[in-house]
């Protein structure tokens, strides 16, 4: 069975970085859609960033400019590179995967998630 691994998060001061990584354990097959998403506190779950294998990139405004997705050479491992953090990226990070090329919200394999906290 294909499980997603978060791993990278952590307690950071406001304007820090933090480097977040997702692999598959078990057998390792190449998704086609791979992204992050977060939940805060209180708060529904919200997209952070998407990328194809081919590398095509989509992000939610309230990071761009300072958070970036991005996957390995194998395809197998997929990174978030969060930089300029803001307290209100205070949130349990998820990633998640799909064989559909085109990424959507109900990706079908879903990591347990990592916390990410930001202090003022």
């Known amino acids: 069975q294909v499980q997603l691994v978060e791993s990278g998060g952590g307690l950071v001061q406001a304007g820090g970085s933090l480097r977040l990584s997702c692999a598959p354990s078990g057998s390792v097959f190449r998704f086609n859609a791979m992204g992050w998403y977060r939940q805060a506190p209180g708060k529904q779950r919200e997209l952070v960033a998407t990328?194809?294998?081919?590398?095509?990139?989509n992000y939610a405004d309230s990071v761009k400019g300072r958070f970036t997705i991005s996957r390995d050479s194998a395809k197998i491992t997929w990174y978030l590179q969060m930089n300029s953090l803001k307290p209100d990226d205070t949130a349990v990070y998820y990633c998640a995967a799909d064989y559909r090329p085109v990424p959507r919200d109900d990706m079908p394999y879903w990591g347990k998630g990592t916390l990410v906290t930001v202090s003022s």
């Open positions: 990328i194809t294998s081919g590398g095509r990139t």
